[in-house]
């Protein structure tokens, strides 16, 4: 009686933890899906790498250097929206030390800050 007890709290765990799982990989579709799609180069499955281990995580926490923030802007000149999915994989090659999800998540901060700060005005 006891084995199948734990037999059936450890299928309920099971469970538990596949649909965690499921969960997360759907979210992860959608921004992938949210951020323009996924680029001739890339696979779903490099979309859908969990990236949130701890050194990335401290990687993202770092600001931005004066340099990396000149290289984002001459890539967002250099790569218009018109280049497509692509652009934003190109302008983190451009700027060498972030991912694309961190350039793009500094595009998306800086823009807030411009629209706050027209809204202020």
């Known amino acids: 009686k006891q084995w199948y007890q734990r037999r059936v709290r450890e299928t309920k765990v099971n469970e538990q933890a596949f649909n965690n799982f499921e969960k997360s990989q ?10 323009g799609g996924i680029s001739s180069k890339d696979t779903m499955n490099s979309a859908l790498i969990d990236t949130s281990d701890a050194a990335n995580d401290k990687k993202k926490k770092l600001p931005w250097s004066a340099e990396e ?4 802007e001459e890539g967002l000149k250099k ?8 652009r ?5 090659k451009l700027v060498g030390s972030r991912s694309k999800k961190d350039c793009m998540r500094r595009y998306k901060d800086l823009v807030e800050q411009i629209k706050a700060k027209k809204a202020k005005q």
């Not at 790569?79 to 692509?86: E, K, L, Y």
Request: no cysteine; net charge neutral.
């Open 26 to 35: 759907k979210q992860r579709i959608d921004g992938v899906v949210a951020g």
């Open 69 to 72: 923030q000149k290289l984002l």
């Open 79 to 86: 790569f218009p929206q018109s280049v497509g999915p692509q």
């Open 88 to 92: 934003w994989d190109e302008i983190a």
